[in-house]
C-alpha cells in the first residue's frame, strides 16, 4: 500500500524529577509539564525518546517509485491528557547520540537505572547527556533553576539548512493524537549527511513540549501516550506514505452515473504479513442501460472515476481507521482490467481483522461503498 506503518524498537520516557529513574518497559510515553505549586523547586518536565530501525525505514523507502514523492510521519496515540492550553505545543527533534532503553517502569520500588534516564545516556554511571557542550549543530534545553543537568540532545537543522524538526499544536477540540511530518528528519537519516556535511545518524526522536518550567499552578499540561510496550492494539507507529497512483482505463468505460455496484476482488480474506495484494475494484451501474448486445450489461467491468477514488482501512474491532482516505497516498489507481489498489500487509498489525472501504464522487456525489470487505493479516 501507499501508507506503509513502522513500528518502534525501542522507547522510554525521561522525567526531570526522577533523574536517574529508567521507564523502558512502561506501557506509557508522555511529554508532560507539571508545576506542583508557585516557586515549587521541583516541578517535573518528562520527554521521550523513540528510535524506529534504520535498515526497516530504508527497505520501506525502497519500494517508493524513483519518480514518486514520499513523506513520512509521526504518529502516537493518546491515552490520556489534561490541563492543555489551547496553544499547547509538542515539538518532535532528532536525537544526537545513542541511548539504552532499559527495562524500568515508572516508580518502581527501588527505581530501575539499567537505561536511558534524564541525567544518563544509558545505565545509571554510564555517559551524561552533554548538555553545555553538546558538539556542532546540536543542542539541548534544560533549566538548571529546576532539574538536574540532561534531558536530552538533539539535531539543530540539517542539509542545507533545513529543520531537523515537527510540532504540532493542540486545540480545544482536535484530534489529540500526534501526527507529526518528519520527512526532513528521516531523510537527513537515510542520506548520512547533514550541517556543514556532518552526519545526522538515527538515533530516534525527542517528543517534547515546547513550553517547560512554567511557574503557574493553573498551567499543567499533561500528555501522555500508549508506547511500544502497550498491551492494546495502539503503539506508536512512523507512517511512510508515497503517491502510487496510475491511470490508463484501456477500452474501459468511467463510471459516471448513479446508483453504482462497486465489489472487491482477489480477496482471499487471510494474508500472511509479508504479502503484497493486489485488490481489484469491480464497478459498474446498478441498473445497466440497455442496449443491443450479446454478452450480458451485468459483468461489464467500468473505471471509477480518476482523482475522487480513494479507498481507507479500517479496524474491524474497534471501527478506527486504519489508513485514511488521503487524496494525495490512497488513490486508486487504473489499467485495462479495471480499478485497483495495492496493499503492503507488513505494515499492518497481525492477527487482526481489517475492513475496507471506498470512496468515490460521481455525478457531483459522494459516496462511500463499505461493503463487507474483509480481511485478516497472520504471522507468516
Same mark, same amino acid.
Given at each position: 500500500?501507499?501508507?506503509?506503518?513502522?513500528?518502534?524498537?525501542?522507547?522510554?520516557?525521561?522525567?526531570?524529577?526522577?533523574?536517574?529513574?529508567?521507564?523502558?518497559?512502561?506501557?506509557?510515553?508522555?511529554?508532560?509539564?507539571?508545576?506542583?505549586?508557585?516557586?515549587?523547586?521541583?516541578?517535573? %518536565?518528562?520527554?521521550?525518546?523513540?528510535?524506529?530501525?534504520?535498515?526497516?525505514?530504508?527497505?520501506?523507502?525502497?519500494?517508493?517509485?524513483?519518480?514518486?514523492?514520499?513523506?513520512?510521519?509521526?504518529?502516537?496515540?493518546?491515552?490520556?491528557?489534561? @490541563?492543555?492550553?489551547?496553544?499547547?505545543?509538542?515539538?518532535?527533534?532528532?536525537?544526537?547520540?545513542?541511548?539504552?532503553?532499559?527495562? /524500568?517502569?515508572?516508580?518502581?520500588?527501588?527505581?530501575?537505572?539499567? /537505561?536511558?534516564?534524564? &541525567?544518563?545516556?544509558?545505565?545509571? /554511571?554510564?555517559?551524561?547527556?552533554?548538555?553545555?557542550?553538546?558538539?556542532?549543530?546540536?543542542?539541548?534545553?534544560?533549566?538548571?533553576?529546576? #532539574?538536574?543537568?540532561?534531558?536530552?540532545?538533539?539535531?539543530?537543522?540539517?542539509?542545507? @539548512?533545513?529543520?531537523?524538526? @515537527?510540532?504540532?499544536? *493542540?486545540?480545544?477540540?482536535?484530534?489529540?493524537?500526534?501526527?507529526?511530518?518528519?520527512?526532513?528528519?528521516?531523510?537527513?537519516?537515510?542520506? @548520512?549527511?547533514?550541517?556543514?556535511?556532518?552526519?545526522? &545518524?538515527?538515533? /530516534?526522536?525527542?517528543?517534547?513540549?515546547?513550553?517547560?518550567?512554567?511557574?503557574?499552578?493553573?498551567?499543567?499540561?499533561?500528555?501522555?501516550?500508549?508506547?511500544?510496550?502497550?498491551?492494546?492494539?495502539?503503539?506508536?507507529?512512523?507512517?511512510?506514505?508515497?503517491?502510487?497512483?496510475? *491511470?490508463?482505463?484501456?477500452?474501459?468505460?468511467?463510471?459516471?452515473?448513479?446508483?453504482?455496484?462497486?465489489?472487491?476482488?482477489?480477496?482471499?480474506? &487471510?494474508?500472511?504479513?509479508?504479502?503484497?495484494?493486489?485488490?481489484?475494484?469491480?464497478?459498474?451501474?446498478?441498473?445497466?442501460?440497455?442496449?443491443?448486445?450479446?454478452?450480458?450489461?451485468?459483468?461489464?467491468?467500468?473505471?471509477?472515476?480518476?482523482?475522487?477514488?480513494?479507498? #481507507?482501512?479500517?479496524?474491524?474491532?474497534?471501527?478506527?481507521? %486504519?489508513?485514511?482516505?488521503?487524496?494525495?497516498?490512497?488513490?486508486?489507481?487504473?489499467?485495462?482490467?479495471?480499478?485497483?489498489?495495492?496493499?503492503?500487509?507488513?505494515?499492518?498489525?497481525?492477527?487482526?481483522?481489517?475492513?475496507?472501504?471506498?470512496?468515490?464522487?460521481?455525478?457531483?456525489?459522494?459516496?462511500?461503498?463499505?461493503?463487507?470487505?474483509?480481511?485478516? %493479516?497472520?504471522?507468516?
Amino acid at each position: 500500500m501507499a501508507v506503509y506503518k513502522i513500528f518502534p524498537e525501542k522507547d522510554a520516557t525521561i522525567y526531570s524529577m526522577f533523574p536517574n529513574m529508567n521507564t523502558g518497559l512502561d506501557p506509557q510515553i508522555e511529554a508532560t509539564l507539571t508545576t506542583f505549586a508557585p516557586n515549587d523547586p521541583n516541578p517535573q %518536565v518528562s520527554r521521550t525518546l523513540m528510535k524506529f530501525g534504520t535498515s526497516t525505514i530504508q527497505n520501506v523507502v525502497n519500494l517508493v517509485p524513483e519518480s514518486a514523492s514520499w513523506q513520512s510521519n509521526l504518529r502516537c496515540f493518546i491515552s490520556k491528557t489534561t @490541563g492543555l492550553d489551547l496553544d499547547t505545543t509538542v515539538d518532535v527533534f532528532a536525537v544526537s547520540g545513542s541511548w539504552g532503553m532499559g527495562t /524500568g517502569y515508572y516508580l518502581d520500588s527501588p527505581i530501575t537505572t539499567d /537505561g536511558v534516564s534524564w &541525567v544518563w545516556t544509558n545505565y545509571s /554511571g554510564s555517559q551524561k547527556w552533554n548538555i553545555q557542550n553538546p558538539g556542532s549543530n546540536v543542542t539541548g534545553s534544560w533549566d538548571y533553576q529546576y #532539574a538536574p543537568q540532561g534531558g536530552g540532545t538533539w539535531y539543530v537543522t540539517g542539509q542545507n @539548512g533545513q529543520p531537523l524538526s @515537527g510540532s504540532q499544536v *493542540y486545540s480545544y477540540a482536535q484530534d489529540k493524537d500526534l501526527n507529526v511530518n518528519v520527512t526532513n528528519i528521516v531523510n537527513a537519516w537515510l542520506s @548520512g549527511s547533514g550541517f556543514l556535511n556532518t552526519p545526522v &545518524v538515527n538515533e /530516534g526522536f525527542i517528543i517534547k513540549q515546547r513550553t517547560e518550567w512554567v511557574d503557574n499552578i493553573n498551567v499543567q499540561p499533561e500528555i501522555k501516550f500508549f508506547s511500544v510496550d502497550t498491551n492494546t492494539i495502539y503503539p506508536p507507529c512512523l507512517e511512510i506514505k508515497w503517491d502510487d497512483f496510475s *491511470y490508463e482505463t484501456g477500452s474501459l468505460s468511467v463510471l459516471n452515473t448513479l446508483p453504482a455496484t462497486v465489489t472487491l476482488a482477489e480477496n482471499p480474506g &487471510v494474508f500472511y504479513s509479508e504479502s503484497i495484494n493486489r485488490f481489484r475494484v469491480n464497478a459498474r451501474p446498478t441498473y445497466p442501460p440497455r442496449v443491443w448486445q450479446t454478452g450480458s450489461a451485468y459483468t461489464q467491468n467500468y473505471a471509477l472515476p480518476s482523482g475522487s477514488t480513494m479507498w #481507507a482501512i479500517k479496524d474491524l474491532d474497534t471501527n478506527e481507521y %486504519v489508513v485514511d482516505f488521503d487524496s494525495s497516498f490512497t488513490q486508486v489507481s487504473c489499467d485495462a482490467s479495471g480499478s485497483y489498489f495495492d496493499v503492503h500487509m507488513s505494515g499492518l498489525q497481525t492477527q487482526r481483522y481489517y475492513k475496507i472501504l471506498i470512496q468515490t464522487t460521481i455525478d457531483s456525489s459522494t459516496i462511500v461503498f463499505d461493503d463487507q470487505y474483509y480481511f485478516k %493479516v497472520v504471522n507468516g
